[in-house]
């Protein structure tokens, strides 16, 4: 949807990694949806990279990746 393609791309302009993980911890999400986030932004990873490192099947990390950006859509 187009509030993902924003919520992605206010995220990708973001200019520190102080920045980043200050949002975060802002938000409400989860010790592991913070750490997905991390992983897919700051160290550009793939949904099956991050689903194997947290034991979740890609589906799952995406479903999650979703509802995260939902999350902080409301902060950011």
């Not at 689903?51 to 902080?72: F, N």
């Amino acid at each position: 949807s187009s509030e993902h393609i924003n919520v992605r791309r206010k995220i990708k302009e973001i200019p520190s990694i102080s920045s980043f993980n200050g949002l975060l911890e802002r938000s409400t999400l989860s010790d592991e949806d913070k750490e997905l986030l991390r992983l897919h932004y700051l160290e550009d990873k793939d949904f099956r990279f991050i689903g194997d490192s947290l034991g979740y099947s890609e589906s799952t990390i995406k479903y999650r990746h979703k509802k995260a950006l939902k999350k902080l859509s409301k902060i950011i």
